[in-house]
């Protein structure tokens, strides 16, 4: 750590994730136990990060899913890094959510549904991005959620609404 600060950094000077968190990411105290971080050097192909994040989504981790997409952001290609920020400013709506912020929720969740919406869907066909990444559905469900949540609250809002679906549901 640098003198005068209390955050892990690299020899960069960037912040590094060392400090354990709870299910919602806010960090723990040292040596506290907590949901295992996403390392700072992790590396998923598109198809593995929507799958990763499908399921920390829907175990109630989106903090955890928002990291997962940040480092397919910046990895990515310039052309899909709007898209893969975008999808991590979704999971941050949903954290904020869970965590109670509703004006926060209903922000992050409609800049990444604009973020999303802007992406050339033609991308998924041309093999750009995962099959099983719905970008129309993704963005609509981001969309409704803050509409919900500015209209009603979180109050409105159940679990399973907090669980947002990348792609079809699965079947079977």
Known sequence: MRPGTDRDRDAAGRP???????????????????????PD????TPAEAV????????????????EVFESVWKSSPGAQRDLWQGLA?????L???RRGNG??????????????????????GRGELPAALDLER???AATGLADVI??????AVTADDLRLQLGAPATG
């Open 16 to 38: 590094k994730n060392a400090r354990p968190r709870d299910g919602l990411g806010r960090p723990l105290n040292r040596g506290a136990e907590g949901e295992p971080v996403m």
């Open 89 to 93: 400013q979704i999971a941050v709506g």
């Open 138 to 140: 993704v963005q609509a």
């Open 150 to 155: 500015a209209a009603r609250g979180l109050d």
């Open 51 to 66: 799958q990763l994040a499908q399921r920390l989504i829907d175990e109630g981790r989106p903090f955890h899913a928002h």
């Open 103 to 124: 004006r926060g929720a209903v922000t992050l969740l409609r800049r990444g549904a604009i973020a999303v919406g802007r992406y050339d869907a033609i991308a998924v």
């Open 41 to 44: 050097d992790l590396r998923l």
């Open 95 to 97: 954290t904020h959510a």
